[in-house]
T-cell receptor
Framework: AQTVTQSQPEMSVQEAETVTLSCTYDTSESDYYLFWYKQPPSRQMILVIRQEAYKQQNATENRFSVNFQKAAKSFSLKISDSQLGDAAMYFCAYRSAVTGANNLFFGTGTRLTVIP | KAGVTQTPRYLIKTRGQQVTLSCSPISGHRSVSWYQQTPGQGLQFLFEYFSETQRNKGNFPGRFSGRQFSNSRSEMNVSTLELGDSALYLC????????????FGPGTRLTVT
């Protein structure tokens, strides 16, 4: 079974600074998708960024970028120029591209605090 | 385009009762997945429905069931509620069962007393 590990329960960052959230995963599959979701206090999960395992290029979405290391099974999220609105729980998630099962495996989350 | 909607947003039930939660996916989306979120267990996959058929099921007891209607709206039912069923229940929709992007609703907060 796939497992996703987020080893940082809490992180904090000064406004306008950069922060990196860590995620590792364990899988025997060769093809899969990885995601970072944000869950603000409103509790609605918002997709931040995705990465296809077959792509070597790291995904980027505005101030959000990932460092995908397939061999190390590592998938970290970098938030640049942090804003107050970035404060939330961040979840790393895995989805198989092999089984066709449309279910996500989530990590335990990292609570990000942005300090003004 | 409207997002995923879930009703009700909050619910309080008593142990032993049953409950039905509803999820309306984004227009045109045909796959609906359900997740349970608790402080202790985190986010766990319950089941996925596509074209009115359950495609996948997580590791939950048979008290948890669901269905999907021809308009892609989905309901999940929990019978004989237990205190441990208190959770945020999230619904996510995707274009089809193979689309890898899932869009989440705001969730239903269920409290069992």
């Amino acid at each position: 079974a796939q497992t996703v590990t987020q080893s940082q329960p809490e992180m904090s960052v000064q406004e306008a600074e950069t922060v990196t959230l860590s995620c590792t995963y364990d899988t025997s599959e060769s093809d899969y998708y990885l995601f970072w979701y944000k869950q603000p206090p409103s509790r609605q999960m918002i997709l931040v960024i995705r990465q296809e395992a077959y792509k070597q290029q790291n995904a980027t979405e505005n101030r959000f970028s990932v460092n995908f290391q397939k061999a190390a099974k590592s998938f970290s999220l970098k938030i640049s120029d942090s804003q107050l609105g970035d404060a939330a729980m961040y979840f790393c998630a895995y989805r198989s591209a092999v089984t066709g099962a449309n279910n996500l495996f989530f990590g335990t989350g990292t609570r990000l605090t942005v300090i003004p | 385009k409207a997002g995923v909607t879930q009703t009700p947003r909050y619910l309080i039930k008593t142990r032993g009762q049953q409950v039905t939660l509803s999820c309306s996916p984004i227009s045109g989306h045909r796959s609906v997945s359900w997740y349970q979120q608790t402080p202790g267990q985190g986010l766990q996959f319950l089941f996925e429905y596509f074209s009115e058929t359950q495609r996948n099921k997580g590791n939950f007891p048979g008290r948890f069931s669901g269905r999907q209607f021809s308009n892609s709206r989905s309901e999940m039912n929990v019978s004989t509620l237990e205190l441990g069923d208190s959770a945020l229940y999230l619904c996510a929709s995707s274009l089809d069962s193979y689309a890898y992007e899932q869009y989440f609703g705001p969730g239903t907060r269920l409290t069992v007393t």
